[in-house]
């Protein structure tokens, strides 16, 4: 009885976790925000363009699955993450910028940052992102 007790407490403590297991879900107030979550600071302040849309995409597929809006709503984050994309895909491929995509992103998530059909948390996420999308955008202009 005592052997069992002492493996069910030895694989119990093997779960303790070093960090939160469910972080604060604003991280941007955490520090070395840039750093930290958007990967080194490269000659474009944020790394590498590539990453910096994956993890705005990744933001904009979480609100999208988060919220209930209608399908006015859910077009803009579909053109949204399909402008992302496109911007994606041409950097990795050539390298080559269109701000174009950047800027037609940003218009549909503006749009959704002033949506009342989406939480709080959600527009204010999408708000960050988009500085940090006008962010990029004038950095790659230089």
Known sequence: MAAGVMIVGVGLNAQVYPYPRY???DRRS??????????????????????VVRRVIRDMDLAARNSFVDRHEREHFDRAIS???GFQDL???RRQVE??????????????????QLDYRSRRMIDQDIQILRDLRAQLRR
């Open 23 to 25: 972080p604060d879900r």
């Open 30 to 51: 955490a520090p070395y925000y840039g750093e930290g979550r958007y990967g080194r600071p490269g000659s474009y302040g944020y790394g590498d363009p590539s990453d």
């Open 83 to 85: 402008e992302l994309l």
């Open 91 to 93: 950097w990795s491929r």
């Open 99 to 116: 701000t174009k995509h950047l800027d037609r992103a940003v218009d549909n998530m503006r749009h959704l940052a002033e949506a009342r």
